[in-house]
């Protein structure tokens, strides 16, 4: 069920799901199984969901209530141990925005609203130490060039040979706005420009002109998972904190909202000609 690719978060999810489901089978409520493992129910909810990592031991005592045998236990047994593992992101210490990562990392596709910086997944490696260095000052060098680096391996997404469809649509406002300096900005540019030759890349550029539109709020993200039984998430950032939406209607909303940025926004082709426009005036 799992493979090499597969983020802690999906299989916590894959083995909640799985042992709900066997749950029910034996017509056991979550207070039953609470009292049998002498844990608050409350702990059985959050392992089912994929909140919380169950134990090895949790997932043996379940399986053995729920009288699970032979190769299906040995699966489950496997996928619980896969789902304690840590994703390649955590070879880097603290990342503040690992749960974003640990999605991220599952998606078949990605649709992306910025509003002032280019998407991190077609950053270049200066423009992203701009980025971080001028958002985050306080921040030490050495964890600036950490945190650039995670970013450039999160690329690999796009690059890989079966990339996700990665739908991007900035404000104009990021493609004029100096980040970097000039020669940054022109590499940032050309990096932007060298999606046309990538066909699962989707790039639109609303332009001023445009008006006010539903996003002026801010950036955020739909994280459509490979996984067709696990909901979509969206990610927003803002200054007091992450914030991951995964009910169907908050979801649904926001996929209106990029809809609508799409209708606004230039067509691809009169976006690259935008950005080209905007290279020969940095």
Known sequence: MSDERSSPTLRRKWLGRRLRELRKAAGLTAEQVAEHLLCSEAKISRIETGHRPASLRD???????????????????????????????????????????????EAASIRNYESLFVPGLLQTDAYALAVIQGTEPDVSANEVARRAQVRAKRQALITRADPVRFWAIIDEAALRRQVGGPEVMRDQLRRLLATRDMPHVTLQVIPFRAGVHPAMAGAFVILELADPTVSDVVYVENLAGDIYVEKSHQVDRFAKIFERLAHLALDPDDSLALIEQTLKEH
């Open 59 to 105: 997932v043996r005592d379940l399986l053995v209530l729920y009288k699970v045998k032979g190769p299906e236990r040995e699966e489950l047994m496997s996928l619980a141990k896969a789902a304690r593992e840590k994703g390649w992101w955590q070879e880097y210490g603290h990342i503040p925005y690992a749960k974003y990562i640990d999605f991220e990392a």
